[in-house]
Nanobody, 124 residues
Framework: QVQLVQSGRGLVQAGGSLRLSCAASGRNFSSYAIGWFRQAPGKEREFVARISSRGDIQLYSDSVKGRFTISRDNANNTVWLQMNTLKLEDTAVYYC?????????????????WGQGTQVTVSS
């Protein structure tokens, strides 16, 4: 099992950029796929992006494709979510999560370890 700690909360104007970090502790980080999810007030938690355990396969939701980039450094047990061209509708609490699998899924239920959440607010 890995433990995840997030950093990088922020307030940014529409069109701006922000990078979120997710640092892992515990063993065998390179055996876990990592996902990013977000939850806006009054809405269900939704999939944003995921990256395979080796970092070679990424998947994005349609709403962020072309604007967000997920990456990882297994040597330093860290995953990032680079968010560019932010929109008002990107405002949410963002969570990183780990799945003990090669690729992971898009379903929150398949991810067993979660970060504490990071508030991202995009203003007009």
């Amino acid at each position: 099992q890995v433990q995840l700690v997030q950093s990088g909360r922020g307030l940014v104007q529409a069109g701006g950029s922000l990078r979120l970090s997710c640092a892992a502790s515990g063993r065998n980080f390179s055996s876990y796929a990592i996902g990013w999810f977000r939850q806006a007030p009054g809405k269900e938690r939704e999939f944003v992006a995921r990256i395979s355990s080796r970092g070679d396969i990424q998947l994005y939701s349609d709403s962020v494709k072309g604007r967000f980039t997920i990456s990882r450094d297994n040597a330093n047990n860290t995953v990032w979510l680079q968010m560019n061209t932010l929109k008002l509708e990107d405002t949410a609490v963002y969570y990183c999560a780990a799945s003990p699998s090669r690729y992971g899924t898009t379903r929150p239920i398949d991810f067993g370890s979660w970060g504490q959440g990071t508030q991202v607010t995009v203003s007009s």
